[in-house]
């Protein structure tokens, strides 16, 4: 005779219990899930998939300070684009100072003196625009922190009236040769300025000195050299000026490109986050409606099977 296997009070309490509480748990974690919108609120509802959106998050931070790097550059090019702008603006000035002068009768000395001080206003504001900052940093001096040309502004030595002047000193370069650059991408980085010796030049070659000299040449009548060498300088360095805005333009519509990169692959991974971590709505209602529908009936079928006898409910 062979043993039938017997099931105590105790072993079926047991068993509904443990029932109840799985049944429980995941109509708790069904309406957490109702609450936030969300199929992951802790690690543990998807372990798999946990690892997954840190490992996503994480790429996502890195995307997004390229983003900020991109916008961080194109700043700095708006700020350069703005002074060479002025830059461009100012010479094409001197240029007609020059042509009045270059054209003007020995007789217009008064008027050439005015043009003289013109173009010595306009080397202040050109020198000025070279110390052009953005976030504090001067936006023509490469790497370095410092001001291109921090002598330009010496009364001494930038004066060429005054015997101490000396244009290699005044308008020396004082910036690196490094152009500053950010990085847009996973071992990509761009360059994003233009040093002022690029732009202005050095020393006796530069921008200011040809100014200076134009200045001379505007109060002593010297209407050869302003027709001649001054206004053939002037014309080379109005084109350098404008080379470099549309350099500075070439590299903010590249930064542009990076930009819409980056952006849809932050949009790309969003995507894949969103689809790792949101909760359906339509389906959590639907299985949170069958879940308590369960659980009910589930209670009350354990309600009529485990009847606590007197000796249990003394105990």
Known sequence: MSDVSRVTQQSATILMVADLQSGLSQLTQLQEEAATGKQINQPSDNPAGTSEVLSLNAQLGRFQQYTSNISDGQSWLGTAGTALGSVITNLNQV?????????????ATGSNQALSQDVLTIKGELLSLASSTYNNRPIFSGTYGTSPYPQGTASGVS???????DADVAYAYAGSSTAVSRVVSPGQSVNVSITG??????????????LDTISQDLASGNTSS????????????????????G???????????????????????????????????DQV???????????????ET???IIQPSLVQFLS
């Open 95 to 107: 240029q007609t100072d020059v042509l009045s002068g270059a054209n003007a009768t020995a007789a």
């Open 226 to 245: 302003l027709s001649g060498s001054d206004l053939s300088q002037l014309k080379t360095a109005i084109n350098t000026a404008t080379q470099a805005q």
């Open 197 to 210: 010796q690029q732009v202005f030049g050095s020393g006796s070659s530069s921008v200011f000195a040809l």
């Open 285 to 299: 209602a639907a299985q949170l409606d069958l879940e308590e529908t369960s659980y009910q009936a589930a209670l």
């Open 247 to 281: 350099t500075v333009g070439a590299l903010d519509a590249s930064l542009a490109t990076d930009a819409s990169a980056v952006s849809d692959h932050v949009a790309a991974m969003q995507d894949q986050v969103s689809t790792l971590t949101d909760a359906s709505e």
């Open 302 to 304: 354990t309600a009529k």
């Open 159 to 165: 004066d060429p009236t005054s015997s101490s002047y």
